[in-house]
């Protein structure tokens, strides 16, 4: 596809909150692509994805869209954990480039076979690890970069909600051998960015409840996990469903300052609610969420980055064109799913 000038042929399979929310609406503003095909089995789903996207062709199994396979340039798995491996492997098979939500398999082995199959096949797979491009941890990026903090020694994070009716859907009755719980959820988005942050991790220590009554899988909805990078920085997460009071987003300490920010990036709100990538105002975080950083008696705001998710796929269009890198190397992927591995080996659950 070197030097390509024509869009990028899409299909997503999956219309849920992910094919729905997180990829479908980038695709349709990137004129790099166009959105051909969206797969999904569930008729209320269909209607929404017709609506939504009336140039693309609705299919209700996956199968339909193999066989249509030469009107396809890349695929876009947008399912439960589970369904990852085998819908990326068939897409390979047919010649096509992957993207693959996270979790990137349930275990780690799977995801370096299928790094190895798309090898094999001369393809491009990658990760959509789109919480690299949040607008708070560009911010924070960009400090650390900056050399603002020092040395940093303290990344605490966290992804917390208040649902103490527990999860629903396929997040409610997934195992976590199927790559079910919350780690295998928001830790994998919280284990990329420490990764990305601070670099490699040398030791895993993890504490992995479940709470919530009436699952019928076993995972997790309340857990934190502690890395030990190999600069000696630590980075606690902490990742919940059962918060009533949420913490800090960030809480980083280094040897010259501190940095704290409150509330989530704002891009799955506005989404959900019916934003567009194309918003004028869309990634911008809200004036009362913008951090501190400074010392005691010694702070100040800090000018936020501008969140953008769409980077995701202007980089990959770049790739797909031969002209750049991959937005995410999948082996950062498997990197991390060998951390949640760790995580889950080395904790008695409760």
């Not at 010649?95 to 790094?115: C, E, N, R």
Request: charged share 25%; proline share 7%.
């Amino acid at each position: 596809m070197s030097g390509r000038s024509t869009p990028v042929r899409t299909a997503v399979i999956g219309f849920g909150v992910s094919g729905r929310v997180f990829h479908a609406p980038f695709l349709a503003c990137d004129e790099s692509y166009s959105l051909d095909h969206i797969v999904t089995g569930d008729p209320e789903r269909a209607r929404q994805a017709q609506q939504a996207h009336p140039g693309a062709t609705v299919l209700a199994d996956p199968a339909e869209l193999f066989a249509r396979a030469g009107e396809v340039d890349l695929v876009v798995v947008a399912t439960p954990p589970q369904t990852h491996v085998p819908l990326a492997t068939a897409a390979l098979d047919h010649g096509l480039h992957v993207v693959v939500d996270k979790p990137f398999a349930p275990t780690s082995a799977q995801g370096a076979a299928l790094i190895e199959h798309a090898r094999a096949a001369g393809r491009l797979l990658t990760v959509f690890q789109n919480r690299r491009w949040d607008g708070d941890f560009r911010t924070l990026r960009r400090l650390v970069d900056g050399g603002d903090l020092g040395d940093v020694h303290t990344f605490e994070s966290r992804f917390e909600w208040w649902k103490p009716q527990g999860f629903r859907g396929w997040k409610a009755t997934t195992r976590i051998a199927d790559g079910g719980g919350i780690l295998f959820d928001l830790g994998t988005h919280l284990i990329d960015q420490a990764c990305v942050l601070l670099g490699p991790v040398e030791d895993v220590w993890a504490d992995v409840v479940r709470r919530a009554p009436g699952h019928e899988g076993d995972g997790d909805d309340d857990t934190m996990v502690v890395l030990r990078h190999a600069n000696g920085s630590r980075s606690r997460l902490y990742m919940s469903g059962l918060a009533a009071a949420p913490a800090p987003r960030f809480h980083v300490l280094g040897s010259r300052a501190g940095y704290t920010k409150w509330g989530l990036d704002p891009q799955e709100a506005a989404l959900v609610a019916g934003g567009w990538p194309s918003d004028p105002d869309f990634g911008r975080e809200p004036q009362d969420n913008r951090g501190t950083l400074g010392v005691p008696g010694d702070t100040r705001r800090v000018e936020p980055e501008r969140g953008d998710y769409g980077q995701f796929y202007r980089l990959l269009a770049a790739a797909l064109a031969g002209d750049g890198e991959l937005p995410v190397d999948p082996r950062d992927a498997v990197t991390v799913l060998q951390i949640i591995e760790r995580a889950h080996g080395r904790c008695a659950q409760r």
